[in-house]
């Protein structure tokens, strides 16, 4: 995108652009990218699943709707490692998994402060999160060690995945420790 982009007005730079004295593709570049934003869409989430969060109101929901999708990356990562052939932009699809996993798992874990400003019991979900995590770190860090002949291409992302994910199972023991017990059943007499 060119500098001058960001100082002109959108509605001059559409006036520029129907005269004919400035192309058309940084303006529809950067009115998409505002839409985007605006809608406050997830790059790495689908259309559906983005729908799925918007429609779960309760941030334990939320929790589960983002572990089942980081869990949906981290399969895909791992069949595209396994295949015996590889696309065309073998790279860019591992990367990008990798980073869809680690944005699932940040945004899970985001979800737990979010619940406890709202004083929403998140137990069962945090409980939940932590054991999924667990694994995923398990799985992450033996993809780390089995560094096959493409490793570099996906070294960076893998890292950041294993670095997400302890924070994530930190952010969750953390949450364990502070959300309020349960309510205590007494026998009735």
């Known amino acids: 995108m060119r500098p001058w982009t960001a100082v002109i007005p959108v509605s001059a730079l559409a ?3 129907l005269v004919g004295s400035l192309p058309a593709a940084p303006l529809r570049a950067a009115t998409m990218s505002r839409a985007a934003a605006a809608q406050g869409e997830k790059d790495y989430l689908s259309q559906e699943e983005a729908d799925k969060i918007r429609d779960a ?3 334990g929901d939320r929790i589960k709707l ?3 999708f980081a869990q949906d990356r981290l399969d ?3 069949y ?5 052939q590889h696309e065309a932009q073998y790279d860019d699809i591992l990367n990008n998994l990798m980073n869809g996993y680690v944005g699932c ?3 899970a874990a985001d979800q737990i402060d979010a619940a406890q400003e709202k004083q929403v019991d998140i137990r069962a979900a945090v409980k939940d999160m932590k054991e999924k995590d667990t694994a ?3 799985k992450l860090e033996k993809f780390d060690q089995a560094s096959g002949p493409d490793f570099d291409a996906y070294r960076y992302t893998l890292e950041d995945a294993i670095e997400g994910t302890k924070e994530a199972i930190n952010d969750a023991s953390d949450a364990e420790k502070s959300l309020p017990q349960g309510p205590v059943r007494r026998k009735q007499q």
């Open 136 to 138: 995923f770190l398990a």
């Open 57 to 59: 109101q309760d941030p």
């Open 66 to 68: 983002y572990m089942s």
């Open 80 to 84: 595209e490692l396994n295949r015996p």
């Open 105 to 107: 798992i940040d945004d």
């Open 76 to 78: 895909k990562f791992e």
């Open 15 to 17: 006036a520029l652009i």
